[in-house]
């Protein structure tokens, strides 16, 4: 729903952070982003889970997140079409 109605920003990565999850004795990851509203405020994003780093293949190191201007707690990190044609094989 977010992709439809929410604002779409391009993000920052600031970060390729561990989880509290382990999967095969490791822990998974997660990407952390920041964009800077209109207003002045960071706003700090956090992607889903994710089974590898995708940041070699992210344009810039940026990623596309919509979020509810009204509440910037509901947010979608879309790294899949962050970076764009990848075939994993």
């Given at each position: 729903?977010?992709?439809?109605?929410?604002?779409?920003?391009?993000?920052?990565?600031?970060?390729?952070?561990?989880?509290?999850?382990?999967?095969?004795?490791?822990?998974?990851?997660?990407?952390?982003?920041?964009?800077?509203?209109?207003?002045?405020?960071?706003?700090?994003?956090?992607?889903?889970?994710?089974?590898?780093?995708?940041?070699?293949?992210?344009?810039?190191?940026?990623?596309i997140v919509y979020y509810d201007s009204r509440n910037s707690n509901r947010?979608?990190?879309?790294?899949?079409?962050s970076m764009g044609k990848v075939v994993n094989l």
């Amino acid at each position: 729903m977010l992709k439809q109605s929410g604002e779409k920003v391009m993000a920052e990565v600031i970060d390729y952070a561990p989880s509290q999850v382990r999967i095969n004795n490791q822990p998974a990851r997660y990407l952390v982003c920041t964009y800077q509203n209109m207003t002045g405020e960071n706003l700090i994003f956090k992607s889903g889970l994710l089974r590898w780093n995708p940041i070699s293949f992210l344009s810039d190191k940026k990623v596309i997140v919509y979020y509810d201007s009204r509440n910037s707690n509901r947010y979608f990190v879309d790294v899949d079409e962050s970076m764009g044609k990848v075939v994993n094989l």
